[in-house]
């Protein structure tokens, strides 16, 4: 029986690779290409974009849902349930993103102008101070030049005129920073700049001043010393550059980990799923203490969240390693004491 001109083909081509597909098939089995039906709208884009960045399905829910739950989601994926949830690298990153991009907010609209106000009063300070120390010894000079009683008297109204007390002290800061003693060894340490010198002197001069040794420590101040100079442009781009920072720390602790686990046979990749989601429930309770700072301008979630970090990761490790409480206990607050050596250095 000859088919009607005007009927439908029963197959068409698939727009991506060309296989042919059913009128009534949503997916190519081919490519896995969605149907082509036109341009989409704008709000159709907008939610193609977050279902593929973060996956807005049953997925999404029952992640956060194991993630709650101390080592429930590493035990889940260490024993090949990994379907259901998200990879731990991706839960990682969104997570990252979405803590460093509050944070990043909360920092340039509340502490960004009074950072900036601060950073300005300090530059003018140290200018005035050159200056006044400028005119003081051109007003030694001319007292040494003509040592009658109106020179000095004169030069000493001028100084006090213009603000300039002769006893002034010369403002000062504490700088702070891990000095590398050799092999692993840092100590937190500091030493005392003045203001003057923070404001005005090139870094390198500032190190070679101070008497600041070695190349570690060196690098350490300058960066510190940049970045207080820039203000609030300085602390977006460290704001900028935390996810990197977390991204190092990852490894590390997993290392860390691996150190203090050693006899338990687990492979490293273990315990770097664990910290991945370790970490992941960490920014994503920080996420919501910095949001309820924002919104309500109150800390006490932030401060909760602190005890709260301190538990799942006691009860993860229970969970995931199987040691009795005596030991995990042990391993908990050693292992807690090297993370937070390792949060500065990352």
Known sequence: MKRDETTPPERIPCTNCGDPMRQQDKWCAGCGQKVYQGPPTVWR????????????????FRTLGALMVPGRLTTYFLRGRQKPFFHPLRLFFVSGVLLVATY????TQVVGESLDRSMEQRRARAYAHQFGEALRIGVDSLQVAFPE???RIAGDSLLQFLGYDLAEPNDSMFIGYFEYRGGLNFAGTEFVLSNDDEQLLPPAEIVEKY????????????????LNRLGLTGLTALMG????????????????LKLFYLRRKHKYVEHFIFTLHTHAFIFITQFFAVL?????????????????????FLLALKRVYRQSWPKTLIKACLLSIGYLLLVPLA
């Open 292 to 312: 309820e700072l924002l919104i309500f301008s109150s800390n006490w979630l932030l401060l909760l969240s602190i005890a709260v970090t301190a538990g799942y």
């Open 149 to 151: 009683e109106i020179v």
């Open 241 to 256: 550059q935390l996810i990197w920072g977390l991204v190092l720390l990852v490894p590390l602790s997993a290392a860390w």
């Open 104 to 107: 990043s907010f909360y920092t």
């Open 211 to 226: 008497g600041i040794e070695g190349a570690i420590n060196q690098y350490q101040i300058k960066q510190i010393i940049r």
């Open 45 to 60: 884009l907008l939610g193609d974009f977050l279902d593929t960045v973060f996956s807005l399905d049953n997925r999404l």
